[in-house]
């Protein structure tokens, strides 16, 4: 490590920019820090920025990022002042990840748990096969989300494109706008108050107020797909 | 994987950074293509037809190949040498002295035929290819390019991106299409000339043949939805236009950018920051099965 990274690191708190550093700089500078608030500049669309982090820090980026950005995260707060590419917090354990834009596509793909925050639209495939994440997405999603998604939840308050949660398992689906089309097994579901409380807390922890949750539908499997079924077969 | 980037300008200032800044765009997509690379650029309206010519192998004569064609066709030919490249300039019949170049000349390959329309390719790094046939200091209005990385067919010349099978048009192509064998056939017996094995070079043909028959440029990509089967991100270049679109699924990447001075179309955002006000630039995902069309004409 340089003496300027040394430098950066002792201080716990630094600013990493992309146009004095490389990308492999960046990332290893994070992973070998387990707390404090960095700013990374210049990240001009970078593909796997802040990856990978396991630490209770907080890391801003100031700029549009490109594919993969903050996969894997544990513990880590990141923050994107941009849009950001294909495969947003992708496999996310733990944290938030807050982006400011839009994401692409595959956003909180596999993700295990902790928040992530879209305030703009997501497009195809977002909170595809999820597993304990949840998703509040302020905009609208594109075709295919919650593709096969197991646990978590997927919050829209915009509408959906088509085949949302198709071939779905027991995560919560909310959607305040409207859904294009459903996919194969999923249906909308009765708001109980157990659903109200937990919505509620999800719009609270994404910082949505003014979204009353009377106003959103729940979605979920009918649990007619996973359960092999041999009258079933011409479905899969 | 493939690259493209489109830069079509809104403020004609520009028109003298045409390659440059379509070049820096390039330089960022090498890596999703590094096989191969073209380029289409609508510069300057030419005195008649312009024609592109790349060798396939070695050198050729081109000025014995220009004279032979000029009494084929009745008119002058000019010619320009770049490299391994050739533009014949004729006031003569453009869509027969492309035939005619197909028919008779099968040292090289006829990239392109029209008033604006320029296109170069080559095989190797993208930004090598860039360098040696001096892309960065080409003007014009409008320009696309395309890094390779090929899966349907062979990595030769011809086989790199763009095609152009119509007068003043082309087409890049991200992803892979299913049903083009078909597709060629039909076109073949409507009396189109291909000139490879290409999945892309039927798309570009169809959407020409579809422009012959009247349609419009979004008209004709509406009608690829139903006819052209697979996945792919299209940038098509006209005179003077320049679309995008997605096919239904949507699994090939693109990111359109639009300020004031330009609109912009990539694979990925990173190709995009290089141009000036990108920062301040209104940028979102194409949606699938949309057509996003700019004109200078409208």
Same mark, same amino acid.
């Given at each position: 490590?340089?003496?300027?990274?040394?430098?950066?690191?002792?201080?716990?708190?630094?600013?990493?920019?992309?146009?004095?550093?490389?990308?492999?700089?960046?990332?290893?500078?994070?992973?070998?820090?387990?707390?404090?608030?960095?700013?990374?500049?210049?990240?001009?669309?970078?593909?796997?920025?802040?990856?990978?982090?396991?630490?209770?820090?907080?890391?801003?980026?100031? $700029?549009? %990022? #490109?594919?993969?950005? =903050?996969? *894997?995260?544990?513990?880590?707060?990141?923050? !994107?002042? +941009?849009?950001? @590419?294909?495969?947003?917090?992708?496999?996310?354990?733990?944290?938030?990840?807050?982006?400011?834009?839009?994401?692409?596509?595959?956003?909180?793909?596999?993700?295990?748990?902790?928040?992530?925050?879209?305030?703009?639209?997501?497009?195809?495939?977002?909170?595809?096969?999820?597993?304990?994440?949840?998703?509040?997405?302020? $905009?609208? %999603? #594109?075709?295919?989300? =919650?593709? *096969?998604?197991?646990?978590?939840?997927?919050? !829209?308050? +915009?509408?959906? @494109?088509?085949?949302?949660?198709?071939?779905?398992?027991?995560?919560?689906?909310?959607?305040?706008?409207?859904?294009?089309?459903?996919?194969?097994?999923?249906?909308?579901?009765?708001?109980?108050?157990?659903?109200?409380?937990?919505?509620?807390?999800?719009?609270?922890?994404?910082?949505?107020?003014?979204?009353?949750?009377?106003?959103?539908?729940?979605?979920?499997? =009918?649990?007619?797909?996973?359960?092999?079924?041999?009258?079933?077969? +011409?479905?899969? | 994987?493939?690259?493209?980037?489109?830069?079509?300008?809104?403020?004609?200032?520009?028109?003298?950074?045409?390659?440059?800044?379509?070049?820096?765009?390039?330089?960022?997509?090498?890596?999703?293509?590094?096989?191969?690379?073209?380029?289409?650029?609508?510069?300057?309206?030419?005195?008649?037809?312009?024609?592109?010519?790349?060798?396939?192998?070695?050198?050729?004569?081109?000025?014995?190949?220009?004279?032979?064609?000029?009494?084929?066709?009745?008119?002058?030919?000019?010619?320009?040498?770049?490299?391994?490249?050739?533009?014949?300039?004729?006031?003569?019949?453009?869509?027969?002295?492309?035939?005619?170049?197909?028919?008779?000349?099968?040292?090289?390959?006829?990239?392109?035929?029209?008033?604006?329309?320029?296109?170069?390719?080559?095989?190797?790094?993208?930004?090598?290819?860039?360098?040696?046939?001096?892309?960065?200091?080409?003007?014009?209005?409008?320009?696309?390019?395309?890094?390779?990385?090929?899966?349907?067919?062979?990595?030769?010349?011809?086989?790199?991106?763009?095609?152009?099978?119509?007068?003043?048009?082309?087409?890049?192509?991200?992803?892979?299409?299913?049903?083009?064998?078909?597709?060629?056939?039909?076109?073949?017996?409507?009396?189109?000339?291909?000139?490879?094995?290409?999945?892309?070079?039927?798309?570009?043909?169809?959407?020409?043949?579809?422009?012959?028959?009247?349609?419009?440029?979004?008209?004709?990509?509406?009608?690829?939805?139903?006819?052209?089967?697979?996945?792919?991100?299209?940038?098509?270049?006209?005179?003077?236009?320049?679309?995008?679109?997605?096919?239904?699924?949507?699994?090939?990447?693109?990111?359109?950018?639009?300020?004031?001075?330009?609109?912009?179309?990539?694979?990925?955002?990173?190709?995009?920051?290089?141009?000036?006000?990108?920062?301040?630039?209104?940028?979102?995902?194409?949606?699938?099965?949309?057509?996003?069309?700019?004109?200078?004409?409208?």
């Amino acid at each position: 490590m340089g003496t300027a990274l040394r430098t950066l690191r002792a201080s716990g708190n630094a600013v990493l920019d992309l146009a004095q550093m490389s990308l492999r700089e960046v990332n290893q500078f994070l992973h070998d820090t387990d707390n404090g608030d960095f700013l990374i500049r210049n990240s001009r669309g970078a593909h796997s920025l802040a990856c990978g982090l396991d630490g209770d820090m907080s890391v801003t980026i100031d $700029g549009h %990022v #490109g594919y993969y950005c =903050a996969g *894997m995260n544990k513990r880590a707060h990141v923050t !994107v002042n +941009g849009n950001a @590419g294909t495969g947003l917090a992708e496999n996310m354990m733990s944290g938030r990840v807050h982006v400011k834009g839009d994401a692409s596509q595959s956003a909180g793909a596999t993700g295990c748990g902790g928040l992530l925050v879209i305030d703009g639209n997501a497009s195809a495939r977002c909170g595809i096969a999820l597993r304990g994440l949840d998703i509040v997405v302020k $905009g609208s %999603v #594109g075709h295919m989300s =919650a593709f *096969m998604a197991q646990a978590g939840s997927l919050v !829209v308050l +915009g509408d959906t @494109g088509d085949a949302l949660g198709d071939s779905l398992y027991e995560a919560r689906l909310f959607v305040r706008g409207t859904v294009k089309s459903l996919g194969a097994d999923c249906v909308a579901k009765e708001m109980r108050d157990e659903h109200k409380i937990a919505l509620r807390k999800l719009l609270d922890d994404a910082g949505v107020s003014g979204a009353d949750v009377a106003e959103f539908k729940r979605y979920g499997s =009918a649990r007619s797909l996973y359960h092999f079924h041999v009258d079933n077969a +011409g479905q899969y | 994987m493939c690259g493209i980037a489109g830069l079509f300008l809104k403020n004609d200032a520009l028109q003298g950074d045409l390659g440059r800044m379509t070049g820096a765009m390039l330089r960022e997509l090498c890596d999703r293509g590094p096989d191969s690379a073209g380029f289409a650029v609508y510069g300057g309206q030419a005195q008649g037809t312009k024609l592109c010519m790349v060798s396939r192998n070695g050198a050729i004569d081109w000025s014995a190949i220009a004279r032979r064609l000029s009494d084929a066709i009745g008119a002058d030919v000019a010619v320009e040498e770049i490299e391994d490249h050739a533009i014949f300039k004729t006031m003569g019949a453009g869509e027969i002295a492309r035939k005619w170049l197909i028919d008779n000349v099968p040292a090289a390959y006829v990239l392109s035929q029209g008033q604006r329309i320029e296109i170069f390719k080559g095989v190797g790094n993208p930004a090598a290819i860039m360098d040696r046939l001096d892309f960065e200091a080409r003007t014009g209005t409008h320009a696309i390019g395309h890094t390779r990385m090929a899966t349907e067919s062979a990595v030769t010349v011809a086989g790199s991106h763009p095609f152009s099978t119509g007068d003043d048009t082309c087409l890049v192509h991200n992803g892979s299409l299913s049903n083009h064998n078909r597709l060629r056939e039909q076109l073949v017996r409507q009396g189109e000339r291909f000139q490879t094995d290409n999945d892309s070079e039927v798309a570009a043909a169809y959407l020409a043949s579809r422009m012959r028959a009247g349609d419009t440029l979004k008209g004709a990509l509406e009608n690829g939805l139903r006819d052209l089967d697979g996945f792919y991100t299209f940038v098509v270049g006209t005179r003077d236009g320049f679309a995008v679109i997605r096919d239904p699924i949507a699994c090939k990447p693109a990111v359109i950018a639009e300020t004031d001075d330009w609109v912009a179309m990539a694979s990925e955002y990173r190709a995009i920051a290089p141009l000036p006000g990108a920062e301040n630039a209104k940028i979102w995902e194409p949606a699938p099965a949309t057509v996003y069309a700019w004109s200078r004409a409208a």
